[in-house]
Nanobody, 122 residues
């Protein structure tokens, strides 16, 4: 069983930055791809980015490309999402997820964290 715990959310002004963390139970990166998604109230879950398990493939949604960066620390079993130039429309609950294959579809991922809230004030 893989457990994922997100942290790092909070309130930030528009234009500011946050770094989210996704801590995994055990060494999962050799077996699973990791993605980040977000869900705002009344909206569908939105794909943001993924990291393949080999680390050689990274993909970003157009909505965050150039502003968000995914990275990982294998020694800490942690994936990060650095978010810069935040906009009010980035406000949502952010989730990390792990699955066998990197994908933009949330149904592909088997394990999910509980999420961390990001609020962006204008």
């Amino acid at each position: 069983q893989v457990q994922l715990v997100e942290s790092g959310g909070g309130l930030v002004q528009a234009g500011g930055s946050l770094r989210l963390s996704c801590a995994a139970s055990g060494s999962i990166f050799s077996s699973y791809a990791v993605g980040w998604f977000r869900q705002a109230p009344g909206k569908e879950r939105e794909f943001l980015t993924f990291f393949s398990k080999s680390g050689d493939k990274i993909y970003y949604a157009d909505s965050v490309k150039g502003r968000f960066t995914i990275s990982r620390d294998n020694a800490k079993n942690t994936v990060y999402l650095q978010m810069n130039s935040l906009k009010p429309e980035d406000a949502a609950i952010y989730h990390c997820a792990a699955g066998l294959f990197p994908a933009v579809v949330d149904g592909t991922y088997k394990y999910w964290g509980q999420g961390t809230q990001v609020t962006v004030s204008s």
